[in-house]
């Protein structure tokens, strides 16, 4: 019985071939709110699923999950269309939960860690949104340049980019550096390859950033984002910064 | 007074949130007020040095409990002065060169916010604080080096920066995590307590966990400190702007001498790893030294002279002079910085005149046409291999007379020598009115450099490890087997002098030989000039990565 609770949250907190699941639900979704919604609760089952779940998690799901995270984390290397590298961080990110679910963590701890990973993916899918109404598309390589030509639409994607990749002070560096030190005494191996998939995250993040951002502006000028929108998202990213900050004490 | 050292790297986080605020009222007028905070923020770091050295140091200032701990101790105090020095000098010099460029304000914010990161990681006193500070100063640095967001040029060596700075990172977060579990507390100084005090050895993966973090803080080094087969981002990074060359070359790239020296207390317990550091810190230091000879670009030269540079450091590090590493990297971080400063001032007047005098000097050291007539080769052999060994001798006798009793100390003195003689060796041939002059001053200028080297190093040594006994633990903990010691130095010596001979013997011979240079020489050439292939292999990796990534993504169809 408790195997197939596991099946279940293997389900929602993705590991592979189950992931793909979410992975093409996703990518079907057009609603930017069902997205949004996708993006919030999806791990936050998975979290209520495993603790229902009776007796100790196997290891070969641990194995599986870091296999998911480490896969997901080179796949989203190639891509080019940021829904997809959405989902496949948000992939890579959740599977990592298995480790401290493995290490006892509490459904509470469980539940805000996968917050922390969930808000700035939240944050980019509204970005994608913005980005497919003025280019038709959210795409690297496409267009370019956005620095030049929407440089507050470019700031708040760089910091959302950031916040994605478990970069300081953002939730996902606390969580990362929580999860590796929960795992190095029983799985050094584990924590390693953990380490490994977080280096992916950036690389990915970097190529996304220089697909969109960088270069010389294209001919046609699209409005940028407006000043309301951008204290938002602003605002947004500050509760972020502060929760990372306020996840970092309780580390210590 | 504690609070003095929270607001060391408050005064630029407040500058970035000013100039950023500001930009648009004061316009370019805004980068005076970054000057201002930068130049204070050096007032305030003398201050806490000049208390440090009179011994009233501020202490500790701790955000939390236990977290955002910034200490205020003898190696903080000194990074922090070359960092706010150097961070000066180069937020004055931006003022007028970055005038032209898009995104002035932004530069300023990002300049300012790289300052006081750098600050916050040479005072942390936790492993928290310093793994943030770490991984920022990575981060900051890629968007200084990509400032101008159309260079995708800039961007592409950016991004090599990056990602070898991330595997540091990478190194660096294990290095904490270990330490964490084996000693329960973030707290550096507890750390450092508890290693002395820990009497059950405990293991991971077969090695004790002090040395398991060593290497682990040693493969974060090279990382930062461009350590041979992680150094090909140093080079291919000048496509940022200069000011941010001068800064990296000058504090950033240092920051491996820094992390051993804050680790010392692990390393005493590391010997392994301090001769691993000392191999690496050998073949950095020749390999960069031999690609900067091949470089027909001042700045690129200038990143493998940087290179060089760091692999000599890192060898002082290696043979336990901890202390002489930090004095070189500040020497170093000041000859550099000035001469990235003033390349740009070199290239732009060589356009109008070399400026080179067409002397003896030119045409030994450009022309490479040696005197006709020499003095007696013996007697010059003589005092090549004589006069150096003299003066490393009584220079370090002078300054501290148990010097000889410490293997790293030989292996220095025994490099000093190396180099002194080889000095000598390469102006015996010059062309001059008076060959006792020009001897003298060789002589005179060795002996000046050697007994400044030694006295600094010995004024370094104890003001950073004022301790005694923990200044022989580290040179201890460097040393190893006398018989393999021996064994070595006979050997390297050996190797030398074949060389020197070799090379008295060739140019004998030389015109008997001709001037075709041979086979086995151009292959050597032509790896050195394509910089052993490293960019071609790490370029191939990436893109069969990217491509195993692609097909994989097809093969799963993109879910």
Known sequence: ????????????????????????????????????????????????????????????????????????????????????????????????????????????????????????????????????????????????????????LSGVLVFVVLAITATPLFPGFATMLDVIVTALPAMPVVAAVLAGTWLLWSWAGVRLLHGLIIGPAGEAAPQDLSPSATWAYVAALGALFAAGIYAMGGLA | MEQLIALVPALPLLSAALVHLFADRLGRQVARLSVAFATTTLILIVVILVAELTGHGPGQFALADGVGILVSDPLSALMGLLIAGISTIVHIYSVRYMAEEAGYARFFVLLDLMAATLLVMVAAGDLLTLLVAWHLVGVLLYFLLGHDTRSIGAYRYAFWTFFTYRIGDAALVLAAALLVYAYGTWSLAEIFQRIDQDTVAQTVFGFAVPEAVGWLLALAAFARSAQFLLHTWLPYTMDGPTPVSALMHAGIVNAGGFLVNRFAPVFVHAGDVLHGLFIVGLIT?????????????????????????????????????????????????????????????????????????????????????????????????????????????????????????????????????????????????????????????IVFSFTIIV?????????????????????????????????????????????????????????????????????????????????????????????????????????LRWA
């Open chain 2, 451 to 555: 007994l400044g080297y030694a006295a600094i190093s010995h004024i370094f040594d104890l003001f950073l490890y004022p301790e005694a006994a923990f200044r022989d633990r580290i040179y201890a903990a460097a040393g190893f087997d006398v018989v393999w010691f021996d064994v070595l130095v006979v050997l390297v010596t050996c190797i030398i002098v074949l060389g020197w001979l070799g090379t008295y013997y060739s140019e004998r011979n030389g015109k008997r030989r001709g001037d075709r240079p041979g086979r086995l020489w151009m292959s050597f050439y032509a790896l050195v000039s394509r910089e052993f292939y490293l960019t071609d292999v790490y370029g191939w990796a990436s893109r069969a990565i990217l491509n195993a990534a692609s097909r994989l993504n097809v093969w």
């Open chain 1, 1 to 152: 019985m408790a195997s197939y609770g596991y099946i279940i949250a293997a389900l929602f907190l993705p590991v592979f071939p189950l992931s793909m699941a979410f992975n093409m639900l996703y990518a079907r979704t057009r609603s930017v709110a069902l997205r949004v919604l996708l993006l919030l609760a999806w791990p936050q089952a998975g979290v209520a699923v495993l603790s229902v779940s009776s007796g100790d998690i196997p290891v070969w799901v641990i194995l599986f999950a870091i296999w998911t995270a480490l896969l997901y984390g080179v796949r989203a290397l190639a891509l080019r269309e940021v829904s997809i590298w959405t989902g496949f961080l948000a992939t890579s990110a959740w599977a990592v939960l298995w480790i401290p679910a493995y290490g006892g963590a509490e459904s509470v701890q469980l539940q805000l860690y996968a917050l922390g990973f969930s808000a700035p993916l939240v944050l980019l899918a509204l970005l994608v949104t913005e980005l497919e109404r003025r280019f038709g598309a959210a795409y690297t390589g496409l267009y370019g340049g956005l620095a030049h030509a929407l440089p507050r």
């Open chain 2, 285 to 441: 230091a020749v390999i960069g030294s031999v690609l900067m000879l091949t470089q027909n670009d001042v700045k690129k030269s200038l990143g493998y002279s940087t290179m060089g540079q760091m692999g000599f450091m890192t060898m002082e590090c290696g043979v336990g002079a901890f202390s002489l590493a930090i004095y070189h990297l500040i020497a170093h971080g000041l000859f550099k910085g000035a001469l990235f400063l003033g390349a740009g001032g070199v290239i732009g007047a060589a356009r109008k005149d070399d400026g080179v005098p067409k002397d003896h000097l030119y045409t030994f050291v450009v022309e490479r046409r040696p005197a006709r007539l020499r003095q007696p080769w013996i007697v010059m052999a003589m005092l090549t291999l004589a006069i150096p060994i003299v003066i490393l001798v009584v220079a370090h006798w002078l300054v501290a007379q148990d010097f000889f009793q410490k293997q790293g100390a030989i292996v220095l003195l025994f490099f000093g020598w190396i180099t002194g003689a080889q000095l000598i060796f390469a102006t015996y041939r010059m062309r001059t009115q008076n060959v006792r002059r020009l001897l003298g001053l």
